[in-house]
């Protein structure tokens, strides 16, 4: 049952493996399969007419906003803003009248962000609520219910709520851009079958579990680890840093690969790991830049990326974890997938309790 182990050592463990299956459960509520359109459950609300987004969360919800944040501006051409659920509140947000504000939880209860959606609704904004639990709190306050079916997660560290968020929002994100007509009939229907691919793409990257396991001692003895990424899979690399701090206690930051060399690139030297995010793309040389630099300064790279970016980027990473090659669209979904496992093996080799990492708690119902 969900509630066991299995032959699992850790609930995470479980929990990782199980996102081919249950992001699969959640895109059969938001897709057809028949047509290869977009249907969300009881929306009545027109969402044509949302001049403005608003996204607020907390934690690893918080990057799965941050995510969306590239998708809905992308393919909706909606403005987004988004904020950390502590913030939000208290900095005076400008909330437009007929503004979306979505709300984003696996438990549905965080304080914090349970403040900002009855802050927003006093205020007149349409409640949308991407949550996994649907007897929760903000489950009941919800205008727009959008549930995430990952099923109960027990390891305080989310990782099937998130990918689960994301199949979610990015649902959302192509039903806005249709409905807004920025998306053709064939685009969505492209679209939906590059979701629909992801399932057997987050099975290809759950393959890889044995290399990372084998390269997770390069990791441990870390004090510090830079991530990077950029593009909508920079918020990646902030969730990686954050999966790391949260079960191993190894310091970590998550930067946006570009942004490096105006800060962190001072703590680089042959102590400190930087894992690059980069799927193979129009970006991906200065993202090959980004590494020389590191490389220059005698840092070791561990390079999560597809066959053809491992190999552009050539000899002189630590390491490389091979992704299947996939559509920009599923790859924070699919490289989500790498990075939790690293964070795992990690921890596993440190010897923490994974499943209850000291002072954290997996619902956070005080502010
Ligand atoms: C806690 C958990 C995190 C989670 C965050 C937000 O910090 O340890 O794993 O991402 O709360 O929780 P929520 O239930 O609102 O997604």
């Known amino acids: 049952t969900a509630t066991e182990k299995g032959n699992y050592r850790h609930f995470m463990q479980k929990e990782i493996f199980e996102q081919p299956t249950v992001v699969a459960q959640t895109l059969g509520s938001y897709l ?86 009855r802050h927003c609704k006093e205020e007149g904004q349409t409640i949308g609520v991407v949550v996994n639990v649907p007897t929760s709190t903000m489950a009941r306050e919800a205008d727009l219910l959008l549930p995430t ?38 685009d969505e ?14 099975n290809a990257a759950l393959d890889h579990d044995d290399d990372i396991a084998a390269m997770a001692h390069l990791i441990a003895p870390a004090r510090d680890v830079l991530y990077l990424g950029r593009g909508q899979d920079y918020p990646l690399a902030l969730e990686g840093a954050l999966k790391l701090k949260e079960i191993s206690y190894i310091h970590a930051e998550g930067y946006a690969s570009g942004e490096m060399k105006h800060g962190p690139i001072a703590l680089i030297d042959e102590d400190v790991p930087v894992v690059v995010i980069a799927p193979s793309g129009p970006l991906f040389e200065k993202t090959v830049s980004n590494m020389e630099e590191v490389r220059a300064r005698g840092g070791k790279v561990v390079l999560i990326s597809d066959a053809k970016g491992i190999e552009d980027a050539g000899e002189g990473c630590m390491a490389t974890i091979e992704m299947p090659q996939v559509h920009p669209l599923i790859a924070p979904l699919v490289y989500a997938i ?29 502010e």
């Not at 989310?158 to 990918?163: D, L, P, Y």
């Not at 229907?189 to 987050?202: D, F, I, K």
């Open 32 to 117: 057809r399969r028949d047509d290869y359109s977009v249907a969300l459950p009881q929306f009545e609300f027109d969402i044509s007419s949302v001049r403005r987004l608003t996204i607020v969360a907390c934690g690893t919800s918080y990057y799965a906003g941050l995510v969306a944040k590239y998708w809905f501006e992308q393919f909706a051409r909606v403005p987004v803003d988004i904020d950390v659920a502590s913030e939000f509140r208290y900095r005076e947000p400008v909330l437009e009248e007929g503004g979306l504000a979505i709300f984003i939880s696996q438990s549905g209860e965080t304080a914090d962000t349970l403040a900002a959606l």
């Open 189 to 202: 229907m492209g679209v939906v079958q590059h979701l629909l691919e992801a399932p057997a793409c987050l």
């Open 338 to 366: 790498p990075v939790q496992l690293l964070a795992y093996h990690v921890a596993v080799v440190k010897g923490t309790d994974v499943d209850q990492p000291r002072n954290l708690a997996k619902s956070v119902t005080v």
């Open 149 to 186: 079916h990952a099923g109960p997660e027990i390891g305080v560290a989310s990782t099937k709520a998130f990918t689960c968020q994301l199949a979610v929002l990015a649902a959302l994100a192509a039903h806005m851009a249709v409905k807004r007509g920025l998306m053709s009939r064939q």
